[in-house]
């Protein structure tokens, strides 16, 4: 569900926290600076609030998303096999089947990191054979991201 892989901007938030908490631990250290107790406590929070933000706000653009996706196939199709792609890594996968009559759209929610993505989708109709789409999805995405699969 979520990338767990090293990132640059994931090894830039632990340099920027870890380099703050070591600013932080300075500054609490009474005998580090020659400033009076109360100013320094004031100090070392305003410090740590602002790295909390700053911290935060990197962790928010990375944080994953939910985005909700519909596939709306022909009628004949039974079955609607998708890959969720990025970077030529499938990041997830879903499996849709329907009986014979039903038209009605596949709803899927997502959890994915903000980026571009490739939706790999393939329809298989009452034969058998598959055919293939390949859609383009941007995560965060406002509002249901729909597929049309009627082509």
Known sequence: MFNLTPTPIGAKVVTFALSHLIIIT??????????????????????????????????????????????????????VDVDIVQDGEAVTTARFNRVAGDDSAFFHTLSLQPGQYRARITVYGSNG???????????????VTRFDLRE
Do not use: F, N
């Open 26 to 79: 300075t500054i609490w250290m009474p005998h580090a600076l020659p400033i009076p107790s109360p100013t320094r406590k004031r100090l070392a929070t305003v410090i740590a609030v602002v790295g909390l933000a700053v911290v935060g706000g990197q962790l928010a653009r990375v944080w994953p998303r939910d985005v909700e996706v519909a596939y709306q196939p022909s009628p004949e199709v039974r079955r």
């Open 129 to 143: 054979r598959g055919v293939e789409h390949s859609r383009p999805l941007t995560v965060p995405a406002d509002g």
